[in-house]
């Protein structure tokens, strides 16, 4: 199999090969073998949700739409800090 890389693909490979002490072919060989891996993965946990919904596991738009919110309060709270906290007056 041959693979064309972009200009800054290759480059990008060759900075990290140099940068790590490895060679680009172990990079390639890892960056597959991450890939596939994730895709596993991504399939496994779309097989998760199919398999609730057919048991009838969902959730509720209001329980989906208060866990976004607690994620994205959380994420405030890291980048501005929590002394920025009660400025920004979203509910914790």
């Known amino acids: ?15 990290r090969a140099s940068t790590t002490g490895r060679g ?7 960056a597959v073998d991450n890939l596939l891996a994730y895709n596993r993965w991504f399939s496994e946990q779309v097989q998760v949700g199919l398999d609730q919904i057919r048991r009838g596991e969902l959730v509720e738009d209001e329980e989906v ?3 976004i919110s607690e994620q994205a309060v959380h994420i405030v709270r890291i980048l ?7 400025r ?3 509910r914790p």
């Open 80 to 86: 501005h800090g929590a002394q920025d906290w009660a």
């Open 65 to 67: 739409h208060a866990r």
């Open 24 to 30: 680009s072919g172990e990079l390639v060989h890892e």
């Open 1 to 15: 199999m041959e693979v064309q890389l972009t200009q800054d693909q290759l480059d990008g490979l060759n900075r």
């Open 88 to 90: 920004l007056k979203l």
